[in-house]
C-alpha cells in the first residue's frame, strides 16, 4: 500500500472572525451616533438573499483591526455591483451598535499570487490541494501531482456504503460521460476509500464497474489507515465509525484545477451534475486553450 505524504498541510483558508460584541464596543460612545468610516478590503463572497458581502478589510482606524467579517448592505444595485475578488474602497456606517455599507468602489481585483484563481469568468478563493501517494486498483501508486495540468474532481466514498456515496458516484459517471472527448483528456476523477481495511483495490474496481465508471480516467485509491486517515483530515473530512460497521463522514467533493489548487467544493449530493459540468468546462477548457 502506499504511503501519504502531505505537502499541503493547510487545505483551507481559515476566515479571521470578529465577534459582534467586540465591535460594538470599539465603536465611539453613544449608541445613537451615526458615524461613517472609510475603508478598503477584498470582497471575499456576496450573498445576495442574505443582502451581506464578506470584506477581507484593512484596519479601518478608530473602529478595528484588519479583520475578515461579513457586513449588510441594503442598497441592492450596490450589493449586485460586486463580484467575489474585488479590491474596494467603501464607507463603513456605525449605526446604534449595527456596522453597514452604504458606499463603495471597486479599485482593482486580486492578483493570481494572493491565493485567487479563475473558475470561468469570476475570481474564486483557492487552496493548495494536499499531495497524497495512495494505491489504485491497479496496485500501483498514484499521487495527485500525476495529474499536473488536468482539472481533477476529487471525492471519498467506501464501498459498503449504503447510500450516499454510490449516488455520488453515479452523479460523477454522469459528469463522466457527458464531458465532450476534446474535454475527457483534461478532466481526470478521483475517489479515496474511508475504509481501506474492507476496500482493497480489488472491492474498488468492482465497485466503480458497478456503477458504470471509466476508470481510464478515474482512479479509485485506498492504502494504509494511517494514510487515509492523514489525507481525509488534510482535506477537512470527518471520519466516524459507527456501530453496526457503517462510517459516517462529510460529503464533499474537490475541484481542483490544472495548477493543483482547490477552487470549489461541493457539499453533500445534491449538487447539479450539470453545474459541475459547466466548472469543468470552465477549468479545463481554459488550460486547452493556454496549451
Known amino acids: 500500500m502506499g504511503v501519504l505524504r502531505i505537502r499541503h498541510p493547510k487545505a483551507y483558508t481559515v476566515a479571521r472572525i470578529a465577534w459582534a460584541i467586540a ?28 443582502g451581506q458581502v464578506m470584506v477581507d478589510h484593512e484596519e479601518i482606524p478608530g473602529l478595528m483591526p484588519a479583520m475578515t467579517m461579513n457586513f449588510a448592505i441594503y442598497d441592492r444595485p450596490l450589493l449586485e455591483s460586486l ?24 479599485v482593482g481585483e486580486v492578483r493570481p499570487e494572493d491565493g485567487w484563481s479563475r473558475l470561468g469568468e469570476k475570481l474564486v478563493r483557492s487552496d493548495p490541494a494536499p499531495d497524497f501517494d495512495l494505491t489504485d486498483t491497479e496496485g500501483g ?3 495527485l501531482g500525476a495529474f499536473a495540468g488536468q482539472a481533477v474532481l476529487l471525492d471519498f466514498i467506501f464501498t459498503r456504503c449504503q447510500g450516499p456515496c454510490p449516488a455520488l458516484t453515479s452523479a460523477h459517471v454522469r459528469v463522466q460521460r457527458e464531458l465532450p472527448p476534446e474535454l475527457r483528456e483534461r478532466v481526470h476523477f478521483v475517489s479515496i476509500t474511508i475504509d481501506p481495511e474492507r476496500d482493497t483495490p480489488d472491492e474498488l474496481r468492482a465497485y466503480a464497474e458497478a456503477r458504470g465508471a471509466d476508470l481510464s480516467d478515474w482512479s479509485f485509491l485506498t492504502g494504509e489507515r494511517h494514510a487515509i486517515e492523514e489525507v481525509a483530515e488534510a482535506y477537512g473530512i470527518g471520519v466516524k465509525p459507527v456501530e453496526g460497521g457503517d462510517i459516517e463522514h462529510v460529503l464533499a467533493t474537490f475541484l ?7 477552487v470549489k467544493r461541493y457539499l453533500g449530493i445534491s449538487n447539479d451534475p450539470a453545474e459541475i459540468l459547466a466548472d469543468l468546462r470552465a477549468i479545463a477548457g481554459r488550460q486547452g486553450e493556454a496549451g
Open 23 to 50: 465591535l460594538a464596543g470599539l465603536a465611539s460612545p453613544g449608541c445613537d451616533d451615526t458615524r461613517v468610516y472609510p475603508a478598503r478590503g477584498i470582497v471575499q463572497e456576496v450573498a445576495l438573499e442574505e
Open 83 to 106: 463580484s467575489p475578488g474585488d479590491v474596494i474602497e467603501f464607507d463603513l456606517t456605525s449605526e446604534r451598535g449595527s456596522f453597514f455599507i452604504t458606499a463603495a468602489q471597486v
Open 141 to 143: 501508486t498514484v499521487s
Open 256 to 262: 481542483i484545477d490544472p495548477e493543483g489548487r482547490i
